[in-house]
């Protein structure tokens, strides 16, 4: 049972970034919210499997686990904005640059007292064992997801907007090079 909802929520997975790159009633953000939404599911999917949870245990641990997720995200959009400023490395004063990469190493300890806290607060509700394997799961989620977006990446061989096929360069309907 644990192995179909692993294989099921991967092949999900990998449907998500096989989806064609126009169309649809919204723009690129209604496509983009979607995608966020559907690996979402997924994901609370692989977790539940993973940490075998009961419909008891799901009750009581996906609650805690949203408020970590928000209190992740927003260390990550801080994050995210430190390492835009930091890209312009180059423009940076000696000072700034210590200073943005010091906020870096901040956020890093501030997502590891986040996890740490949610450890105690998870082993109330699923058991230390579980509390431990939550971030496993997040990890190995995450190693998959990867893996399923490079493969889609790497199927753009001909026929699918790759070099040569239908819409991709040098293909029927895709860019080609200016013959000067």
Known sequence: MKTIASILTLFIATTL???PGQGGPGGPDDRKDERKEKIKAHKIAFISTELDLTPEEAEKFWPVYNEMEAEMEKVGEEKRATMKKIRDFDELSENEAYELTEKLFDYDSQEGNIRKKYLAKFATVVGKKKAAKVFLAEEKFKRELLKRIKEGQNDRGPGNGGPGG??????PGGPTEPQD
């Open 17 to 19: 970034f096989a989806q």
């Open 166 to 171: 239908p819409g991709g360069p040098g293909g």
